[in-house]
């Protein structure tokens, strides 16, 4: 059908003195230059890091992070949860470890991921540099959590359990008891910015000055704290514990709703025994 139409065009063009050739040119191979791409062959993954930090406060420690999730990774986090989600969880029950379903403390899902896969292996390693000299043996898998249109939120909640929890022993430890732990540095990054609204807002900390920059910061009209804006790539560190391994009540923070479009997370958390020494040691 094609052949005839470009048959009958030719011969109207000859026709009126214009030459076309109606014989199409004969399919060739070509060699690839490089051979077809395998996954092996793709540019191998570096796990390079080229953030800056902001120190946002000391006491508790509050580090805001430029560039913690480079794109292509945040590409990479957000298909690798795609098919992952389900109804976010909170902690509750006698001991605080049973995860309920409570929709007006926390309404949004979240993506548990694979701690193997090779770009969540790099961000553990990248919170891991960063805290050098702090005990950073334990960091849980990474998690997305993804806040929809309408008020999804997360309420003033800390990321520390109320009473340490038994846990695994520090990997490679020849002692195999059970060991105290809990959650030491939260970072919270953000996958997606592009909504209204749902700030993360921590009550007790510091606000930033009227000179801060306003694409990364808002100031509570009226009240106090830090209030921090949705800012893809970005993330906020905080250090949950006090000294002696008890949590530090000023790290109660929220999710503020979303009023519109998206926003995507991704919480990690590295994890501190008890019954080792929090900073320096062997
Ligand atoms: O959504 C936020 O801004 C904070 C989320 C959070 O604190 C959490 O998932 O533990
Ligand atoms: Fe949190």
């Keep these: ?32 230059p490089f051979g077809v791409l395998t996954q092996d062959e793709v540019a191998p993954y570096s796990c390079d890091q ?34 992952r989600f389900s109804t976010s969880m909170v902690f509750a029950g006698s001991d605080g470890f049973r995860e309920v379903l409570n929709r007006t ?8 991921l694979p701690k193997e896969d090779v770009v969540c292996a790099c961000l553990v390693k990248r919170m891991q540099s960063l805290l050098g000299n ?54 919270f990054a953000y996958l997606e910015d592009d909504c209204e609204r749902g700030e993360t807002y921590f009550p007790h900390l510091p606000s930033v000055l009227e000179s801060a920059d306003g694409r990364k ?12 804006k949705p800012r893809r790539g970005n993330a906020i560190f905080w250090n949950n514990l006090h000294p002696n391994g008890t949590g530090d009540e000023r790290t109660s923070h929220a999710g503020l709703p ?25």
């Design 105 to 112: 403390m926390r309404s949004s899902q979240t993506a548990f």
């Design 1 to 32: 059908m094609m052949l005839l139409s470009v048959l009958r065009c030719g011969q109207f063009l000859s026709k009126h003195g214009i030459t076309f050739s109606s014989t199409l040119d004969k399919i060739v191979s070509l060699q690839l």
């Design 50 to 83: 080229n953030y800056t930090i902001e120190l946002l406060s000391i006491d508790p420690l509050v580090i805001y992070i430029n560039n913690f999730v480079r794109d292509e990774e945040i590409e990479h986090l957000l298909a690798l949860g795609k098919d």
């Design 134 to 187: 702090v005990q950073h043996v334990e960091v849980e898998a990474p998690q997305i959590v993804k806040y929809a249109t309408g008020g999804d939120h997360y309420r003033a909640h800390t990321d520390w359990f109320d009473a340490p929890k038994l846990d695994l022993p520090i990997p490679g430890s020849a002692d195999r008891s059970l060991k105290p732990s809990n959650r030491l540095g939260s970072i």
């Design 217 to 228: 910061f808002a100031l509570a009209a009226g009240d106090t704290g830090l209030l921090v």
């Design 258 to 282: 979303v009023e519109s479009g998206t926003k995507i997370g991704l919480n990690i958390w590295s994890r501190y025994f008890l019954d080792e020494v929090m900073v320096g040691g062997d």
